[in-house]
């Protein structure tokens, strides 16, 4: 069988040149003196980090960060050389994996540094990491104390450690607040430096901080959702593109008359003489459930409401009102808005969620294409 042939019609088209565009502008934005820490958590939100880590690294970013040990290994084993950031806490248990793939590695304890210092050792190497400040939002770090910072001092004497940064993380609760944290860290910075800590890098700021703040861009930035082509920023502006579309295509047409029901216990019935399309996506896909009655697909350039219960592999859609629908046609689920396509922020607005959400939560099963990529 041909390798990375698409069996299904439900599937994700990724456009690498519109991934490539917006690392590209992240890039331009920030400038050559602000390192691009590019975000490809939970395998680059769900849409295939090996197909596309190098793409994302050719097209300006620095670094890749990931939130868990098994994303860093996913990484590691297809290109060992790649720079990659573990985002979240690995346990002691596990430290020897970061040292033995030469992971970078978040870390907030002396008493973790000390372990991975040794693993590392043992290995010939240093391991880099970059420590986790908490500044308010009391997820991962420890608060800037004169203890910390000692316990910070302490690192930098690991023989089997390098230093590489130090980050915090914005709560985006309101400005005032966003300062305040932003406060907290340069003002616990400006301590470490007094006592001789020097950082290669210092970061803060996700999609949202490095678009709406360029003062807290630091010399490092750590966006996600930008790269994908999300918009999530308020006051500042970039203009990234959406780079996915989730569509399928009619597996079969039917004619319901008025008054007969469609799909489970009926919850639908005809108010009129319908056509009913049956399309071969579910919430097995990741397409949630309780878009029932909210949902709808586009087809050739019209709207057509998802009817009755979302199944988990088929959805039926009233498609009525769709001029010379065909089997085959195919269904825009989410996309860039083109032909009035679903966009993730109107699913998200839709299911009180946000858009990373509405990304993550599509499964394996949907086919991930790749096209137009530009290397
Ligand atoms: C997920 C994450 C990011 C990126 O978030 P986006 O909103 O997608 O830009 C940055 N930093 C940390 C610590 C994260 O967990």
């Known amino acids: 069988m041909e390798k990375n042939r698409i069996l299904r019609d439900t599937k994700i088209v990724i456009d690498l040149a519109r991934i490539s565009q917006n690392v590209r502008l992240i890039k331009d934005m920030v400038g050559p003196d602000v390192a691009l820490m590019a975000v490809v958590k939970a395998n680059a939100y769900g849409l295939g980090i090996v197909p596309m880590a190098p793409v994302i690294l050719k097209s300006g970013a620095d670094y890749l960060a990931v939130a868990t040990l098994t994303e860093a290994v996913q990484i590691k084993e297809a290109y060992p050389d790649f720079p990659v950031f573990i985002l979240g806490h690995t346990p002691d248990r596990m430290l020897d994996v970061v040292a033995e793939l030469d992971i970078a590695q978040t870390i907030f304890s002396l008493h973790q540094a000390e372990l991975l210092s040794q693993e590392a050792l043992k290995r010939g190497r240093r391991a880099k990491i970059h420590i986790k400040v908490d500044t308010g939002f009391h997820r991962l770090g420890k608060v800037p104390t004169d203890e910390f910072a000692a316990e910070i001092k302490a690192m930098f004497a690991l023989p089997g450690i390098e230093v590489e940064g130090i980050f915090s993380h914005l709560a985006l609760a309101s400005e005032e607040d966003d300062i305040k944290q932003y406060e907290v860290f340069t003002t616990f910075l400006a301590k470490l430096k007094e006592m001789g800590c020097h950082f290669k890098y210092e970061h803060i700021a996700d999609s949202i901080a490095c678009v709406d703040y360029p003062g807290f861009r630091m010399n490092m930035v750590r966006p996600g959702a930008l790269i994908y082509g999300m918009r999530g920023f308020h006051v500042g502006f970039l203009p990234v593109e959406p780079a996915i579309t989730f569509q399928s295509a009619i597996s079969q047409l039917h004619a319901v008359k ?42 050739n350039g019209v709207k057509a409401p998802l009817i009755g219960v979302l199944c988990m592999d088929q959805v039926m859609a009233d498609v009525t009102d769709v001029p010379n629908v065909q089997e085959g046609d195919v269904a825009i689920i989410y996309g860039d808005g083109t032909d009035g396509a679903m966009t993730f922020q109107e699913a998200a607005d839709l299911l009180g969620t946000n858009k990373n959400d509405v990304l993550c939560r599509l499964t394996t099963r949907p086919p991930r294409e790749y096209v137009n990529n530009p290397f």
């Open 258 to 299: 008025t008054g007969e029901g469609v799909g489970y216990d009926f919850l639908w019935r005809a108010e009129r003489d319908s056509l009913v399309a049956t399309l071969p996506f579910g919430y097995a896909d990741g397409y949630p459930r309780q878009m029932r009655d909210k949902g709808y697909v586009v087809i």
